[in-house]
């Protein structure tokens, strides 16, 4: 089975208590370290990327995401999804090419652009190209950030999901979403639901009772780990 048909079949037939946790590396040593912790999967986090290379959030050159995420899928064994923003710019055959030669089994791509929602038609047909560029050796998580830049309306969040999903995205990221709507969205959103989760927040059981399929932390792990080497250097002085 290739690491896509792993990651894939990862989303499927979980019991409503047992999502996918994914945590996100943002390095080679943080990658291994989750890797040998057991987790069968990793996804990146294009903020905690950003932070490791001493970039601010949004502003890392795609040359040298690709690297960073090239760095990671080399230092584990298992399947690596990479957060790849908006797709910086690049058509989709040229963002599937540098997605497989970094070693990425699949990629988050963002529905908005400089804190705008994008018009979420012209989305979902880029989505498709991507979708056909890639056939099935990627792994499309769209995210929709109605809760982010939007209205917060969850109605509005299934709508732009739908169109993803049409367009061949196998699951759907609606960031930011509060607890409280997940078992709205689950209702109304097919396949696989990806939801963001804090460290200090409800663990990853609840929110799989609530609906998610899968679990991430965005740069929630980096931060925490910035903060305590802080702690340690605080120590040192």
């Not at 990671?72 to 298992?78: E, G, K, Q």
């Not at 995205?169 to 639901?193: E, K, T």
Request: aromatic share 6%.
């Amino acid at each position: 089975m290739s690491g896509v048909e792993r990651f894939r079949a990862l989303h499927h037939g979980r019991v409503p208590d047992d999502p996918l946790v994914l945590p996100g590396p943002w390095d080679a040593a943080s990658a291994r370290v989750f890797a040998d912790a057991g987790f069968p999967a990793l996804a990146t986090p294009s903020a905690g990327v950003a932070a490791s290379l001493g970039y601010a959030d949004g502003q890392t050159p795609a040359a040298e995401m690709f690297a960073a995420v090239a760095r990671i899928a080399r230092a584990v064994d298992v399947p690596v999804s990479a957060d790849v923003e908006g797709g910086y710019g690049l058509a989709p055959k040229e963002l599937v090419e540098r997605l497989l030669e970094a070693g990425a089994v699949g990629c988050n791509l963002e529905d908005s652009e400089g804190g705008a929602l994008k018009d979420a038609e012209r989305h979902a047909a880029w989505l498709a190209e991507v979708r056909s560029a890639a056939a099935d050796q990627l792994f499309l998580n769209a995210r929709v950030d109605v809760f982010e830049y939007g209205d917060g309306d969850p109605e509005r969040v299934i709508e732009r999901a739908a169109l993803y999903v049409s367009a061949g995205a196998d699951c759907v990221y609606p960031i930011g979403a509060p607890a409280g709507v997940l078992p709205l969205l689950r209702a109304g959103i097919r396949g696989p639901l990806n939801v963001f989760a804090r460290l200090d927040g409800a663990p990853a059981a609840e929110l799989g009772e609530l609906g998610a399929t899968r679990v991430t932390f965005g740069p929630g792990l980096q931060r925490s780990a910035a903060r305590a080497l802080a702690d340690i250097a605080a120590e040192l002085r």
